[in-house]
């Protein structure tokens, strides 16, 4: 019986009495291999068009790598393929200028896409057909020590920042309002919690300062 290749990272699988005096050099290629995918990163120059990444049997390829770098001037929305059948993760920075979209797309699936604007990094798995972001619907994110959201403007040169404060007396959940108010209104809270849009109170100098003196 010949050796094989693995599914996902197409390593050589050999079979007892095969290859003989070859294990020493198949099983460092190996481990080369395993390293590429746990630890690799490759900058992957893309293009305008579609770009496909490589997983070829017992050899370093740039679809293996840990981590991907996707860099290059596109004048148009592009996307990178991997090959179906693979089960793999990623982390993938776009690092493309051009206001164009990029995916990441396995084959025939699902993908996973880089807005026009969206110059940052993804944490994605491949599940042989389609390709998902594992951000995407996380059912808790915890922000430990008082640490940020950040929101940044049109080029990520400043962000808006959102954080706890420094002592909560006990746990505090908000519930955004379900739709949008209208011109002037402000956010109201019900006093447990349940957010929505209200029309704003005295809004002005001038009625605060009656208020005060008529009582």
Known sequence: MASSYSTDLKIELMVTGEK????GDI???NLNLVQQAIAGFESIAITSTNT????TDGTLSNARN???RFTGAITANCTVFVASGIEKTYTVDNATTGAFTVALNQVGGASVIFGATNKSHKLVYLDGTNANDILDDLSTIRLPN???VRFGDADNSNYVALRAGATVASNLSFTLPTADGTSGQAITTDGAGALSFATAGITTGKAIAMAIVFG
Do not use: K, P, R, Y
């Open 20 to 23: 003989d005096n070859q294990w």
């Open 27 to 29: 099983t460092n290629t």
């Open 52 to 55: 496909t990444l490589l997983m």
């Open 66 to 68: 840990a981590v991907l």
């Open 146 to 148: 008082q640490n940020e």
